[in-house]
């Protein structure tokens, strides 16, 4: 566990109501995810119920239990995308990365997940990688995309 990370974001927040978000939000964008060990030395730092702090986790998109790749891979599947070929889009990334939506690489590089409609429908089919919009996407551009982020 990495208490010195944990210390020193706990010492931006007061121990006020209302900060366990700003908190949760730098946990994950360090760890990019919600290890558990982390967020039971919050619980108990700050005296809240481990509950609470699970409640938000999970309440939240944006927060995940489970570690996350470097590069999160969104394949939009909104009708737009899907018209025009999303889902052979989403097969091709499944089969090069060797994992299915929800999943992590083992090497901690990728993360898959869908979407429905980013609103980038002229560019369809879309897929977004971290900040990235790819649009216009065909199974052959695949391969040029992911290497970007390898
Ligand atoms: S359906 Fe994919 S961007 Fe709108």
Redesign the pocket.
């Known amino acids: 566990m990495d208490i010195e990370k944990i210390n020193s974001i706990l010492s931006k927040y007061p121990e006020e109501k209302g900060t366990l978000i700003g908190i949760l939000h730098e946990v994950q964008n360090h760890f990019h995810y919600l290890p558990e060990e982390e967020l039971k030395y919050i619980a108990k730092k700050r005296n809240i119920p481990i509950s609470q702090i699970y409640s938000i986790a999970t309440f939240y998109n944006r927060f995940s239990l489970k570690p996350k790749g470097k590069n999160v891979v969104c394949v ?1 599947l ?4 899907h018209v025009k070929g999303a889902p052979k889009i989403m097969e091709e990334i499944k089969r090069r990365l060797g994992i299915n939506v929800g999943e992590t690489t083992d090497d901690l590089n990728f993360t898959l997940e869908e979407v429905r ?5 002229s ?4 897929v977004v990688v971290n900040e990235d919009t790819h649009g216009k996407v065909t199974p052959k551009d695949i391969d040029k995309i992911l290497d970007r982020y390898r």
């Open positions: 939009c909104g009708t737009a995308c409609c980013i609103g980038a429908c560019l369809a089919p879309a």
